[in-house]
């Protein structure tokens, strides 16, 4: 067996070929954790099944996890199944921790994606579904929930098309539904699996007989499987088209190329909960999603280069490569970062070299994660995630490598926070302690922003929402043992330009000895929404010499933290630097950058500033009869209603509106609907204020 291939455990060794990375990955509610405890109990993982409202959940350790019944960080695991290793992954499935998903799906080579089958597609599905795509993750899908009231499988199958725009395969048909749901039908094998005498669902009866009610059923998406795998395969595709039969296996192997080329997608059918069709969905991940052997290689680019391209094998011995995708700071151990080793091996003991930051550190132990439960080894090789100890300075979406043979891999971009609230300590005396937690929340969280305003002197968190920021609050409480006083959530707003604009900065100071002189002529022109800000430089003929180009630029950066309409920060703005002039003795860096920073001052006077406001993208669920009160509530939050559809004895309706609008909603929607009408939110865009409100925000 050549070591390059092969991972070791303190008490397995399995090939590379023998590994899946996965991630479970979902809408909050749809069943993801409950799967991944099934996972870990058939798997032998774990010896008993955890359960969300019981709190015993293994995934779910943290104390907020367990009392709101939700995932809130991203939990690893290793276990195997039938000689497989698989490398777990459970992810919130609540949108204000969308960075545990993002980092997470960068480093995978597999997803799991679970819907509820009374809710089919839902919003947040078409959030990580988006997510997979950009990170090119082959995934598999369970339809969970089959016991529910209202279950429909073939309607999520529709949706998983229509909504997705995927090519689902159903790999198992449902035997009954809600209360009778009782097994699954394999369209490989025919074989029926029907879980009953045994609770927790190990023993499961196999047969070759097909209930009934299911026979016409299992025919037709049997004929449908083959006809979608031969459609993949040119050999298969001329057995079909001659009508002769193929074997099981050569189905199989041809499905696991086209699921891992994106072409496919199987679908399982199940009751995590009620412990039945968890075992041909375990089948699934190994038959069907990549090992790293699948994928080969990985794709960065070449340090000091622009944008040279640089690939390693994913091969144990390649030079080392690894992505930091996670930092969390454990009480017993400090600084832990999660690492996704893509080539080479790395022992304890030995140095890292951070091609981002340019510094080397020591990785003085090696861990393997089972959520909060460590066990440690002495190498780690190509195809794991393990987690280091040591790395002080490394942050999320750093490329760790070998300082010989350096590259760079693709870094992870997190979306912006849309609120923010002001926050101080209880006491004076606890001012650092302060400033230690939200550096070390800020550390673990790349969506969790922390900054000082230094005309009000108040310190202002922002996240991706009041959900987010509650549960940071509740842990510096907790772990830290820090009280503080928390100011009302304040929206994110933005400011920006509606025209174009010439602008002059000129800054002079006469002193005893050497004067400042620096001066700039920059013309400002708008962009489009979400496109940032863009620099670019029109000097000729050296009126401005080129070592001052840097520090202009500098100071306009420095002027967009604060607009001169409300004093939000400036995005979506082109600024064009096409004259000035300098002095041979008086001109110095600083001085340029202060005549940046006038010059953007000047010109944001001329350009006409708006307002910009974050809008969500709202999924209201309520039964019919309060769909009218639903809409109604919705428009006066200056809303918009894209559309409604029914579902069973519900309506949900999709709907844009403006963040600052949706304070305490949840409490208002309960209150309209009688405690029934739930509702998702997620960020959309960013939009104009309307001007009538600007001034009332200018007056306030």
């Known amino acids: ?348 003991g030995s140095y890292v070299y951070n091609v981002n930051n340019g510094k080397k550190e020591r990785v003085s132990r090696l861990l393997l994660m089972h959520a909060n439960q460590r066990e440690e080894i002495s190498e780690a090789y190509a195809g794991e995630i393990v987690a280091l100890v040591g790395p002080k300075e490394s942050k999320t979406g750093d490329t760790l490598a070998n300082e010989d043979h350096p590259i760079l891999l693709e870094q992870i971009v997190f979306p912006e926070p849309v609120i923010s609230l002001a926050i101080e300590p209880k006491t004076k005396s606890d001012q650092e302690k302060l400033s230690y937690a939200l550096q070390r929340l800020s550390d673990e969280d790349p969506t969790f922003h922390v900054k000082v305003n230094h005309e009000t002197n108040q310190t202002i968190m922002s996240g991706m929402g009041e959900l987010h920021l509650e549960i940071l609050v509740d842990r510096m409480k907790r772990e830290m043992g820090l009280d503080a006083n928390i100011g009302k959530p304040q929206v994110a707003y933005k400011e920006t330009i509606t025209k174009e604009a010439d602008a002059e900065g000129k800054y002079i100071k006469q002193t005893g000895g050497h004067g400042q002189y620096g001066h700039c002529r920059i013309r400002l022109a708008p962009l489009g929404r979400g496109e940032g800000f863009k620099f670019i430089n029109k000097i000729k003929g050296g009126t401005i010499p080129s070592e001052y180009i840097p520090s202009i630029e500098k100071g306009v950066l420095q002027a967009l933290n604060k607009g001169v309409l409300l004093g939000f920060p400036i995005v ?70 894209l559309g409604t559809e029914k579902r069973n004895k519900v309506t949900v309706i999709k709907a844009n509106a403006p963040l600052a609008e949706l304070s305490g909603y949840a409490t208002v929607l309960r209150s309209l609907t009688e405690g029934r009408g739930v509702f998702y939110m997620e960020p959309s865009h960013y939009e104009e204020v309307p001007k009538s409100i600007v001034a009332a925000m200018k007056n306030d």
């Open 572 to 641: 979506d703005l082109e600024v064009t630097l096409y004259d000035g002039s300098y002095h041979d003795v008086d001109s110095s860096d600083i001085a340029f950058q202060i005549a940046g920073t006038m010059a953007l001052q000047d010109g944001m006077k001329k350009a006409g500033m708006t307002l910009l406001e974050p809008i969500m993208n709202l999924e209201i669920t309520v039964p019919d009869n309060y769909m009218g009160t639903a809409i109604g509530d919705v428009s006066s939050r200056r809303g918009k209603v």
């Open 1 to 348: 067996m050549a070591q390059q291939n092969i991972i070791a455990t303190k008490d397995r060794n399995v090939t590379l070929d023998k590994i899946r990375n996965v991630g479970i990955i979902a809408h909050i509610d749809s069943g993801k954790t409950t799967t991944t405890e099934r996972i870990l109990f058939y798997t032998g993982r774990s010896y008993k099944i955890g359960d969300i409202d019981d709190g015993d959940t293994q995934m779910d350790w943290m104390e907020q996890e367990r009392e709101r019944g939700i995932t809130i960080v991203s939990a690893a695991t290793t276990t195997f199944w039938k000689g497989m290793r698989i490398n777990i992954i459970d992810t919130p499935g609540h949108v204000d921790f969308t960075a545990e998903v993002e980092r997470s799906l960068r480093v995978l080579d597999g997803g799991i994606v679970v819907f509820d089958a009374e809710e089919g597609v839902q919003s947040q599905s078409e959030t990580v579904w988006r997510q997979a795509d950009k990170y090119k993750v082959p995934r598999i899908t369970f339809i969970n929930k089959m016991d529910k009231l209202g279950a429909n499988f073939e309607g999520t199958v529709g949706e998983i098309r229509d909504r997705l725009g995927a090519t689902p395969i159903i790999m198992t048909y449902p035997i009954g539904k809600e209360d009778s749901f009782r097994g699954v039908v394999d369209l490989i094998t025919l074989q029926s699996k029907i879980w009953g005498k045994d609770e927790k669902g190990i023993e499961y009866d196999t047969s070759d007989e097909i209930p009934e009610e299911t026979k016409g059923k299992v025919v037709e998406f049997r004929a449908k499987l083959i006809e979608q795998i031969a459609e993949t395969d040119d050999a298969l595709l001329e057995k079909y088209l001659n009508g002769d039969a193929i074997e099981a296996d050569a189905l199989k192997k041809a499905l696991r190329k086209a699921v891992i080329g994106y072409k496919l997608i199987p679908v399982y059918a199940g009751t995590s909960l009620r412990n039945k069709g968890v075992q041909p969905l375990l089948d699934g991940i190994i038959d069907y999603l990549p090992s790293p052997m699948d994928l080969k290689e990985v794709v960065g680019i070449k340090p000091g280069t622009e944008g040279e391209k640089e690939t390693r094998l994913l091969d144990s011995k390649e030079h080392f490569s690894a992505l930091a995708f996670k930092i969390q700071l454990d009480p017993h151990v400090g600084k832990i970062t999660y690492a996704r080793i893509y080539s080479g091996t790395l022992t304890s």
